[in-house]
């Protein structure tokens, strides 16, 4: 599997949000490629929504016989 992290958000930044946290569903087709991203949840509403689902969107996992989905939650925090 590779993945890619999701970049800190310039607009928390902005808006003195310090962290969050976003669950998303993934969703895995036979090639191993992502089909699709849905965001669950995500706190603070929707500063990370859109960084998580390029950065998942990336994501690829081996081939497998059936697709599959997979929840994964991401930490975000600011670098210092």
Known sequence: ???????????ALQAGVTEG???ARIH????????QVDVIKSKPLKYFD???ITAASQWR???ISSPQTTIIEFV???NN
């Open 76 to 78: 975000l925090k600011q």
């Open 61 to 63: 996992y081996a081939p």
């Open 28 to 35: 895995i087709g036979i090639d191993g490629k992502v089909n």
């Open 50 to 52: 859109k960084d998580v």
């Open 1 to 11: 599997m590779s993945s890619v992290q999701p970049v800190f958000s310039q607009t």
């Open 21 to 23: 946290l976003v669950s």
